[in-house]
C-alpha cells in the first residue's frame, strides 16, 4: 500500500483505538447483555431474549411513561427552542434595537453553562419556602403564583421544560442570526419596491431560505432531547415519583438497583432511536446537496 495512503492513520489510530475500546466496544457488550437477565443478585447471566424489550415496551407501565416522557420533553422543547430562538432572532436583527450584541450575549451565556450548574441554580430558586421565585412573588403581592414548582405534579414537568427552554434557546437565536446575516439584501430591497410588509417578507423570503438552517438545529435539540438526563437529575431525579421520569434517567436508576440488564435494555432502545435520528440527519443533508 502507498505510504502516503498510511500516512494519515498513523494520526488516526490512537483516536481510534480509544473510540472503539471506551465507546464501541462497550456498546455492543450492553447490547448483548441486554438480552440476558445480568444483575448484582446473582454471578449467573443466563440469555433472555426479547424478554427485556417486551417489559419495557409492553410490561411495566413505568417504561412506558419514561418513553412518552421522553418524547413529549422532546416535542415541546424542540417546538419552543425553534419558535422562541427564530422570534429572538428576528427581532434582535432590527435596526431599531440598540445594543444588539449586548442583547445576544446575555440570551445566549446560559449556553455556556453546564446543565448540572443551571439545574441545581434553578432547583435553589424555585425553593416552595426560601427560593427566589417564590419569596419575589410574595414581595409584590402575587402569593396566589407562589407555587412547589418542583413537586407538584400539575407543573412539575413544565417547570423542567422551561428551564431547559431557558437554557438552549440562546444558541438557536445565535444559529438564525448567522443565517439571516447571510441572506442578501437585494431580496428584501425587491420587496420593498413591489411593497410587501414585513409577514410576506417572512414568509416568503426568511423562512424558505432560512428552512436548512432550521432543520439541522432542530435536528440538534431532537438529538439532545432524547438524551437529556443532567437537567432533570439536577432539577428532579426523575421525580416526584416518576413524573419527569425519561429513559436515561430510568437507565441510572436501574443500574442503581442492580438491575444492569433492564438498564442496557434501556440503553439500547435509546441507541437504536438515536441511529435513526442519525440516519434521517443523513439522508436529510443528502437530500439538500441533491437540490443544490
Known amino acids: ?117 443551571v439545574g441545581l441554580v434553578f432547583k435553589s430558586m424555585l425553593h416552595p419556602d426560601t427560593g427566589f421565585v417564590n419569596n419575589f412573588l410574595k414581595s409584590v403581592g402575587l402569593d396566589i403564583f407562589a407555587m412547589n414548582w418542583l413537586t407538584d405534579l400539575k407543573i412539575v414537568f413544565v417547570t423542567v421544560m422551561s428551564v431547559d427552554t431557558w437554557k438552549g434557546m440562546g444558541y438557536i437565536m445565535v444559529v438564525i442570526i448567522a443565517g439571516l446575516m447571510s441572506i442578501s439584501p437585494d431580496y428584501y430591497e425587491a420587496a420593498n419596491i413591489d411593497g410587501a410588509n414585513f409577514w410576506q417578507k417572512f414568509r416568503l423570503i426568511t423562512l424558505p431560505l432560512l428552512k436548512p438552517i432550521i432543520i439541522n438545529a432542530t435536528i440538534l435539540n431532537v438529538t439532545y432531547g432524547f438524551r437529556v438526563f443532567d437537567m432533570i437529575y439536577s432539577l428532579t431525579n426523575g421525580g416526584p415519583g416518576n413524573a419527569t421520569g425519561v429513559i436515561n434517567t430510568a437507565v441510572y436508576k436501574e443500574f442503581s438497583k442492580g438491575n444492569y440488564a433492564m438498564g442496557t435494555t434501556l440503553s439500547s432502545i435509546l441507541f437504536f432511536a438515536l441511529l435513526f435520528l442519525v440516519y434521517f440527519i443523513i439522508k436529510s443533508m443528502e437530500n439538500k446537496e441533491v437540490d443544490a
Open 1 to 117: 500500500m502507498d505510504r502516503k495512503k498510511l500516512y494519515p492513520w498513523y494520526f488516526t489510530s490512537g483516536a481510534l483505538l480509544i473510540f472503539f475500546l471506551l465507546c464501541f466496544l462497550p456498546g455492543i457488550i450492553g447490547i448483548l447483555y441486554s438480552f440476558t437477565d445480568w444483575n448484582n443478585f446473582t454471578d449467573k447471566i443466563n440469555f433472555v431474549g426479547f424478554k427485556n424489550y417486551a417489559e419495557v415496551l409492553k410490561g411495566k407501565p413505568e417504561y412506558r411513561a419514561y418513553i412518552w416522557n421522553t418524547v413529549l420533553f422532546t416535542t415541546v422543547t424542540t417546538i419552543l427552542k425553534t419558535v422562541v430562538g427564530l422570534a429572538l432572532a428576528l427581532l434582535l436583527t432590527q435596526k431599531v434595537i440598540k445594543l444588539k450584541n449586548f442583547h445576544r450575549m446575555v440570551i445566549f451565556s446560559p449556553q455556556v453553562m453546564s446543565y448540572l450548574v
